[in-house]
């Protein structure tokens, strides 16, 4: 079944009707509704994003968009530039917005002695038709010289991290792409809210997610959830791509895999909440044919796992696990649980046994800490066995676009990170640490945290620990200080310095990186890896 059928479907069922706005996830925009999306009063889903419009978040969020001054005797520049959409036609059952997303930055990469710059000119059209259909689209056309560790991984993999193929390959210093996202949604009532879009998910109430993240580049897919009370059950099919199976072609282009994800939300209690979620990956075709979307993932209200068995188990499956409890009222834990693969026998034998593949994560998030409004903060701590993610094949494993779907190190790591942010009217300083061990690939064999690399050149079936291989100690440091021009296109200016380190007995990698420029565009884009 393909997307454009459900695309079909979807505007087929009713095409008049949905809110004015679109939320994309940006870590950095949902952190200034923590003190209502986590207070131990409220009831809201928050392990989901982006926020869709029956989600009681979504209410919050377009309040952030109404930060303004009294524009009533400015002029038309003056509102465009601080309060006001470029271009703003509301019609009452249909509204429609259109903005310039410029994102233009100056910097100096110390370390490498590179002078650093970006050059992005986007734009997004927004709107509504009706009170229940929404649109949004955004692109971005950019031009960039990056410091030298994100030019090596750019080189490396092909991809400008979280977005595209760089055009021109590792031959220039300047790198240059494209990036679009589109979005498609019509909620019918309080139950139901359906997605057709090009964009990413996340699952997960931290940083970082084991389960389901932002990491990689936008990817296609239709996305259901429903709501009945305290249960929010999200179902999303998608296709994805592989940059590095052969053969390539420019009849079909790069070769492709589909997923489907189910997760569900149980909200037990304004404090606690469990979701369990579930996942399968499978290749678009092998050498000898073609096997496209498999229909026997299409009901949305079965087990995937069982399917999968059904099918002869060709497939990769994924079983996981995300928490909360809010332990105070201005603070709350959380945790995830990955499940890979798992051989009882093996894992209680304690022999390292190759194929006991997890990952989890434990943290603490709060606001408004030591009684200072609109200070967040989050601790967090991730954790992935050797061979994680991986499979036999690299259009299998839990990869899309040379990136991971899940963590951005991959496997065979252990991390602890830490975000603080403080806003005071339109003024917001960010600071976050990172640091981390992982084993590198030492030999021709794969140690285990790279996941494109088939488990089945690992070194041996036992005695695998986590960073094994080459062991290397990460360090990152970010902080940045913003000033916010327009609430409707986050636009700001801001200043940035990053510090990384990356070193083993082999090498030290140092990165000293500071930045300024004047940026807009709600979307995360890594570099912290």
Same mark, same amino acid.
């Given at each position: 079944?393909?997307?454009?059928?459900l695309?079909?479907?979807?505007?087929?069922?009713?095409?008049?009707?949905?809110?004015?706005?679109?939320?994309?996830?940006d870590?950095?925009?949902?952190?200034?509704?923590?003190?209502?999306a986590?207070?131990? @009063?409220?009831?809201?889903h928050?392990?989901?994003?982006?926020?869709?419009?029956?989600?009681?978040?979504?209410?919050?969020?377009?309040?952030?968009?109404?930060?303004t *001054?009294?524009?009533?005797?400015?002029?038309?520049?003056h509102?465009?530039?601080?309060s006001?959409?470029?271009?703003?036609?509301?019609?009452?059952?249909?509204?429609?917005?259109?903005?310039?997303?410029?994102?233009f930055?100056?910097?100096?990469?110390?370390?490498g002695? *590179?002078?650093t710059?970006?050059?992005?000119?986007?734009?997004?059209?927004q709107?509504?038709?009706?009170?229940?259909?929404?649109?949004?689209?955004?692109?971005?056309?950019?031009?960039?010289?990056?410091?030298?560790?994100?030019?090596?991984?750019?080189?490396?993999?092909g991809?400008?991290?979280?977005?595209?193929?760089?055009?021109f390959?590792?031959?220039?210093g300047?790198?240059?792409?494209?990036?679009?996202?589109?979005?498609?949604?019509?909620?019918?009532?309080?139950?139901f809210?359906?997605?057709?879009?090009?964009?990413?998910?996340?699952?997960?109430?931290?940083?970082?997610?084991?389960?389901?993240?932002?990491?990689?580049?936008?990817?296609?897919?239709?996305?259901?959830?429903?709501?009945?009370?305290?249960?929010?059950?999200?179902?999303?099919?998608?296709?994805?791509?592989?940059?590095?199976?052969s053969?390539?072609?420019?009849?079909?282009?790069?070769?492709?895999?589909?997923?489907?994800?189910?997760?569900?939300?149980?909200?037990?209690?304004?404090?606690?909440s469990?979701?369990?979620f579930?996942?399968?990956?499978?290749?678009?075709?092998?050498?000898?044919?073609?096997?496209?979307f498999?229909v026997?993932?299409?009901?949305?209200?079965?087990?995937?796992?069982?399917?999968?068995?059904?099918?002869?188990?060709?497939?990769?499956?994924?079983?996981?696990?995300?928490?909360?409890?809010?332990?105070?009222?201005?603070?709350?834990?959380?945790?995830?649980?990955?499940? @890979?693969?798992?051989?009882?026998?093996?894992?209680?034998?304690?022999?390292?046994?190759?194929?006991?593949?997890?990952?989890?994560?434990?943290?603490?998030?709060g606001?408004?800490?030591?009684?200072?409004?609109?200070?967040n903060?989050?601790?967090?701590?991730?954790?992935?066995?050797?061979?994680?993610?991986?499979?036999?094949?690299?259009?299998?494993n839990?990869?899309?676009?040379?990136q991971?779907?899940?963590?951005?190190?991959?496997?065979n790591?252990?991390?602890?990170?830490?975000?603080?942010?403080?806003?005071?009217?339109?003024?917001?300083?960010?600071?976050?640490?990172?640091?981390?061990?992982?084993?590198?690939?030492?030999?021709?064999?794969?140690s285990?945290?790279?996941?494109?690399?088939?488990?089945?050149?690992?070194?041996?079936?036992y005695g695998?620990?986590?960073?094994?291989?080459?062991?290397?100690?990460?360090?990152?440091? @970010?902080?940045?200080?913003?000033?916010?021009?327009n609430?409707?296109?986050?636009?700001r200016?801001?200043?940035?310095?990053?510090?990384?380190?990356?070193?083993?007995?082999?090498?030290?990698?140092?990165?000293?990186?500071? *930045?300024?420029?004047?940026?807009?565009?709600?979307?995360?884009?890594?570099?912290?890896?």
């Open positions: 079944m393909r997307l454009s059928f695309l079909l479907i979807l505007l087929a069922t009713n095409c008049v009707y949905s809110q004015s706005k679109a939320y994309l996830y870590n950095q925009l949902y952190q200034k509704i923590n003190s209502k986590y207070n131990v @009063d409220s009831n809201f928050t392990s989901i994003y982006p926020v869709m419009p029956n989600d009681g978040r979504f209410k919050l969020l377009d309040s952030l968009s109404r930060l *001054t009294d524009s009533t005797h400015q002029s038309w520049v509102r465009k530039l601080f006001e959409h470029l271009i703003q036609i509301e019609k009452g059952d249909y509204n429609v917005y259109i903005d310039f997303l410029p994102d930055q100056v910097g100096k990469d110390f370390s002695k *590179t002078n710059w970006l050059n992005t000119r986007g734009f997004q059209i709107g509504n038709i009706g009170k229940k259909f929404s649109f949004y689209t955004s692109a971005y056309e950019n031009q960039s010289r990056f410091p030298n560790y994100l030019t090596s991984f750019i080189n490396r993999s991809v400008v991290p979280g977005q595209v193929n760089d055009k390959g590792p031959t220039r300047t790198k240059d792409w494209a990036y679009a996202t589109a979005l498609l949604n019509y909620t019918p009532n309080k139950y809210s359906f997605t057709l879009g090009q964009d990413k998910n996340f699952i997960g109430d931290g940083y970082r997610s084991m389960l389901l993240s932002d990491v990689a580049t936008n990817y296609p897919f239709f996305k259901i959830e429903t709501t009945l009370g305290n249960v929010k059950y999200v179902n999303i099919w998608a296709q994805m791509q592989d940059l590095t199976v053969p390539f072609s420019y009849d079909n282009g790069f070769r492709k895999k589909w997923g489907v994800f189910h997760y569900l939300d149980w909200n037990v209690n304004t404090r606690f469990v979701g369990f579930e996942s399968v990956i499978w290749q678009n075709g092998d050498d000898f044919g073609k096997r496209g498999d026997s993932y299409i009901t949305p209200i079965i087990f995937l796992r069982t399917v999968e068995g059904y099918n002869g188990s060709p497939d990769n499956a994924l079983l996981g696990f995300n928490g909360k409890y809010k332990i105070a009222k201005n603070l709350t834990t959380y945790g995830q649980f990955m499940l @890979d693969e798992f051989t009882a026998k093996e894992f209680f034998g304690g022999k390292g046994y190759w194929a006991n593949k997890f990952g989890a994560q434990l943290g603490v998030r606001f408004n800490a030591f009684k200072l409004k609109n200070l903060f989050l601790a967090e701590f991730n954790t992935a066995r050797p061979f994680t993610y991986s499979q036999r094949s690299s259009l299998l839990y990869g899309h676009y040379n991971p779907l899940a963590h951005p190190f991959g496997a790591f252990r991390e602890f990170l830490s975000i603080w942010d403080y806003s005071f009217k339109r003024w917001q300083l960010r600071i976050q640490g990172n640091i981390a061990t992982y084993g590198l690939d030492n030999s021709e064999k794969s285990g945290k790279d996941i494109f690399k088939s488990y089945n050149d690992r070194t041996g079936n695998n620990t986590t960073g094994q291989g080459l062991k290397t100690y990460f360090s990152y440091l @970010d902080s940045r200080f913003s000033y916010l021009i609430s409707k296109t986050n636009l200016i801001e200043a940035g310095t990053i510090y990384r380190k990356e070193s083993n007995v082999l090498s030290v990698d140092k990165t000293t990186w500071v *930045t300024f420029g004047l940026r807009s565009s709600f979307r995360n884009i890594y570099s912290d890896f």
